[in-house]
């Protein structure tokens, strides 16, 4: 059973630029939760999304956007990156219905240069 | 691997002691917590969680008290390993399970000696 995985592990960029960030859900989960962890702190909430559609989204610019795909994973966007931006981002899947909680891949550490 | 515990609160305990991990949330109406484990360079790993309904869970090696009164979490690691050296954090989730958003207290870096 594979769990969530995450692509690319390392990413370094430049300010200004764009990336692209993916994730795959555990299997049997169709909810996709991304967060932004800055080195020294907790996970912080960027976005979710379930069929298809961002369901909520705590307070990030709209430089962040987001995608789901009907094979339910997921890609994080964030465009005219700013030094600040650099951090571990993590994706998250659960199953929409269900009280379980979420899980979590191992991140994409980002590096603004 | 990238350091998470950099500027963290510390706890240090000799290997078979057992450890308490102290945690405060913030949102009173939050009926769902889970604690979650960090290795270095890793995602954060699910341990344990806890409906408000329920004071106290225990799992293999591992027990949370949950004092809703002062809004306040616990985790029990009982006869503490080298391999549970990491940074532990715990969350909580107003939505109650799955939907909404993981808000995450701040964490504590559990070093083991040997």
């Known amino acids: 059973d594979a769990g969530v995985t995450q692509s690319p592990t390392h990413l370094i960029k430049t300010r200004g630029q764009q990336v692209t960030l993916r994730c795959s859900p555990k299997?049997?989960?169709?909810?996709v939760s991304w967060y932004q962890q800055a080195l020294g702190q907790g996970p912080q909430f960027i976005f979710q999304y379930y069929e298809e559609e961002e369901r909520q989204r705590g307070n990030f610019p709209d430089r962040f956007s987001g995608h789901q795909f009907p094979n339910y994973s997921s890609e994080l966007n964030v465009n005219a990156l700013l030094l600040g931006d650099s951090a571990l981002y993590l994706c998250a899947s659960s199953w929409w219905g269900s009280t379980d909680t979420q899980y979590f891949g191992p991140g994409t550490r980002l590096t603004v240069l | 691997g990238e350091s998470v515990g950099l500027h963290l609160p510390t706890l240090s305990v000799q290997e078979g002691d057992n450890s308490i991990i102290n945690c405060a949330y913030s949102?009173?109406?939050?009926?769902?917590f889970i604690w979650y484990k960090q290795e270095s360079g890793k995602g954060p790993q699910f341990i344990i969680d806890i409906r408000s309904n329920m004071d106290k869970r225990q799992g293999q090696r591992v027990t949370v008290l949950l004092n809703k009164t002062v809004k306040h979490l616990s985790l029990q690691i009982a006869a503490t390993q080298p391999g549970d050296s990491a940074v532990y954090f715990c969350?909580?989730?107003?939505?109650?399970?799955?939907?909404?958003?993981?808000?995450f207290g701040k964490g504590t870096k559990l070093s083991v000696k040997p």
């Open positions: 969350a909580e989730n107003p939505k109650g399970g799955s939907q909404g958003n993981l808000i």
């Open positions: 299997s049997g989960h169709d909810t």
């Open positions: 949102n009173s109406a939050s009926d769902y």
